[in-house]
Structures are given as C-alpha cells and as structure tokens.
C-alpha cells in the first residue's frame, strides 16, 4: 500500500526492506547471512524507500504523503523521515574504486580505464566488470587466483562454474591452461565475461556459456574452480565428481567463515582431501584434490 502511494507521487523507484522476507529466504537457502547488514537483519518491521526529486513541488508532496499514510487501515501510523541524496554520475561512479592490484607472485588486474607499469614480468589481466561481480579486489577471487597460480603447470582442462567477469577463467588461460570452460547462470554475466576474454587475447583457450553449473561441462578436467557460496557449493559437490579427474583440483571459495566447516565436512565426505586453506576476513577458500 505504501509503494503505491509513493507510485502514485510520482517516484523514480520504490525499494521494500521486509525482515520476514530476508529471514525467510535465508532459511529456505537462498541467500546467505553475509549478503545483509547486520541492522538490515536487526530490524524487526520493514522500510520502504522512495526516491523523489528535490524541487518547489517536494513539500506539497511530503504532505500529501502524510496524509494518504494517515488514512490507511494500519493500527499505527507509519512515520517517515527525509534525507538528500547527494546526486552522481553513477554509471561511472563505481570505477573510482577500482585501481590496479598485483596479486600471489605472478598475476596482476588492470581495469581497463586505468593504466599500469608492468612490474616482475607479471601476467597482466585488463577486466571491465560492467555488471557482474569480480574484478580481482575482493578476497574470495584473490584466494583463487593465488591458489591457481600455485597448481596450473601448463595444459590443464578447468571448469569455472559461476564465472561473473570471467577474470579466473582468464586467470587459469593466462597461466598456461589449454582449455577452460566458464559458466554462468546470468547472460549479463555471459556477455560481460565473453568481452573480457576477447580483451584479454585468450579466446582460443576460454568458452563462455550460459548455463547452471555444471550441467554444461561433459568432459573431464583437471580442475574444477567455484567462487560461490557456501550452500551452492555443498549442492555442487557430488557433481563435480563426475567430471574431476582422479588427482584434480577443485577450488572452492566465497565462503563465510562461520560456514567453512560444514563446507570442509561436505568435501571430505565426497573423497577429497583439503590441501589447503586461506582466509581473509570474515572468508575462507578451500584447494582440495580429489582421491583416486
């Protein structure tokens, strides 16, 4: 009832916080705990947010919006408050947060609009991560990177299962992998992820598909990489047995850290052996290999 109200003031959007539907979709498992601020999860009714531009016609409306909030058949009265928001370019805003960053011994991420001195002979990633997650600065792809760069000696078969911009598929090319597969469930994603190989000079290796998991992978490979969640992780797991070759690597990260155990558990009672673990803040990343 409210959004309409807001609808009916002529609001560029309209945004509804709900608790009971964050809680809900937490414990039906499909999102996770992290992906909320703790006074979001805190909070015990829900907020809705309008936006509406500042002008000589804002005080009428903000009366008007009291008005119609009195009149609904609420037991209390909703209170509202106001606060200006700065105005930016935020189609370009974003970037200013992304710099260039060296990584592990041997790798290093330059965004396309920005320029880099090439130090220690480092293979050089240049990403544009348009709309979909992953340009190198957030520790759950840094720890697959590194982990990466320790395992590929040349001619590898990865599988990339969830690959956003595409940088560790492009990662595993850049490294000496003959063939990887990357997948990704959001065609945004998929059409991000396919530029960035083209830019990256590494089409001849990396194919990008749109598809859920695994199901698009049907030959065997050598390692399996899943910068996910915990919950889509523990659901991958059986799978990936039918395409990992006995003595592949499966790199498994964007873990919360309270949920790792239940993740180690899940890999170990699968076959593989946990080889390695890095944690970074509140994330954790497993190197397993599977037995055989």
């Known amino acids: 009832m409210v959004s309409y109200i807001f609808d009916e003031l002529g609001a560029g959007g309209v945004v509804i916080e709900d608790p009971a539907l964050i809680a809900q979709g937490i414990a039906e498992n499909k999102w996770d705990h992290y992906e909320f601020p703790p006074e979001v999860l805190n909070r015990t009714m829900p907020i809705v947010r309008a936006y509406l531009p500042e002008g000589t016609g804002l005080e009428d409306k903000l009366v008007r919006l009291q008005e119609k909030l009195s009149a609904l058949p609420l037991a209390e009265v909703p209170i509202f408050e106001t606060k200006p928001v700065v105005e930016e370019d935020w189609a370009t805003a974003w970037m200013a947060y992304y710099k260039p960053l060296e990584i592990g011994k041997k790798l290093a991420v330059k965004p396309t609009w920005e320029s880099y001195t090439l130090q220690d002979n ?17 520790p759950t792809t840094t720890m697959c990177m590194e982990f990466l760069e320790d395992i590929i000696k040349g001619g590898e078969q990865v599988a990339d299962v969830g690959t956003g911009t595409g940088i560790l598929a492009i990662t595993s090319a850049k490294l000496g992998a003959a063939k990887v597969l990357a997948v990704d469930l ?23 598909l749109e598809g859920n ?30 395409i990992l070759k006995p003595g592949g690597y499966f790199i498994t990260s964007g873990i919360i850290r309270f949920r790792a155990e239940e993740v180690q558990e899940k ?3 699968k076959g593989f052996r946990i080889m390695e673990k890095k944690e970074d803040g509140e994330w954790v990343a497993y190197l397993s290999v599977l037995e055989g």
């Open 267 to 269: 890999l170990e009672q």
């Open 122 to 138: 480092r293979l050089v990633l240049e990403l544009d991560p348009g709309m979909a997650f992953g340009c190198g600065n957030h």
């Open 186 to 208: 959001d065609p945004v994603a998929v059409k991000v992820a396919k530029e960035n190989v083209e830019l990256n000079q590494v089409a001849g290796q990396v194919t990008v």
């Open 213 to 242: 998991l695994l199901e698009q992978v049907t030959e065997p490979v050598d390692i399996v990489i899943a910068n996910i969640i915990a919950n889509v992780i523990i659901t991958l797991a059986p799978d990936v047995l039918r």
